[in-house]
């Protein structure tokens, strides 16, 4: 079992919608939660950055934090096409310093 | 101010050559990650370099080695180069090691295998 899983998609709204991104783990020792943006032939970008449990907003985007069920959550409003990538969720645990990625979600907004 | 700035960004190579990738940190960084990203799939973990100290290394074989230099820049060397090498290798920089430090990626050296 991988420590993050992540629904691949491809994951196809029209403009305008809400979109919903999630990831699953397993390490009940993971503590910070992030969101990339990886356009095509690009590196990550990063998006959000959470520690623990809750929620967090910054501007359309708002990451949520469930870790007694170990899950996580991207929601993006108002979607437009320039939204669309592959998403990825990553986490790091206390005293872990690497990163631990899903295999990401592909978005494709349709004007 | 720049980012992450990875060279050379794309590279071919033969199987049983080895490659130096080569990555500058974002001004004030000191610490520098390397993935490994095959297509269709998140980046993996290789190695973390802080004051040229490795600080962790991934489960990849002993042909991958990584320094970091003084000015915080960094190499990624990889010996014997198998088919299966062929990915996005990513560079990723950090104020420090510490968890709570989100990592900024750099664009990236495509390494294609023939």
């Known amino acids: 079992q991988k420590e993050v899983e992540q629904d691949p998609g491809p994951l196809s709204v029209p403009e305008g919608a809400i979109v919903s991104l999630n990831c699953t783990y397993s390490?009940?020792?993971?503590?910070?939660f992030m969101w990339y943006r990886q356009y095509s032939r690009k590196g990550p970008e990063l998006l959000m950055y959470?520690?623990?449990?809750g929620n967090k907003e910054d501007g359309r985007f708002t990451a949520q934090v469930d870790k007694s069920s170990k899950y996580i959550s991207l929601f993006i409003r108002d979607s437009q096409p320039s939204d669309s990538a592959t998403y990825l969720c990553a986490m790091s645990g206390l005293n872990f310093n690497k990163f631990y990625f899903g295999s990401g979600t592909k978005l494709n907004v349709k004007p | 101010d720049a980012g992450v700035t990875q060279s050379p960004t794309h590279l071919i190579k033969t199987r049983g050559q080895h490659v130096t990738l080569r990555c500058s940190p974002i001004s004030g960084h000191k610490s520098v990650s390397w993935y490994q990203q095959v297509l269709g799939q998140g980046p993996q973990f290789i190695f973390q370099?802080?004051?040229?100290?490795?600080?962790g290394r991934g489960n990849f074989p002993d042909r991958f080695s990584a320094r970091q230099f003084p000015n915080y820049s960094s190499e990624l060397n990889v010996n014997a180069l198998l088919l299966g090498d062929s990915a996005l290798y990513l560079c990723a920089s950090s104020f420090s090691p510490d968890s709570n430090q989100p990592q900024h990626f750099g664009d990236g050296t495509r390494l294609s295998i023939l």
């Open positions: 390490n009940s020792a993971f503590q910070y």
């Open positions: 959470t520690y623990s449990s």
């Open positions: 370099y802080y004051e040229k100290e490795e600080r």
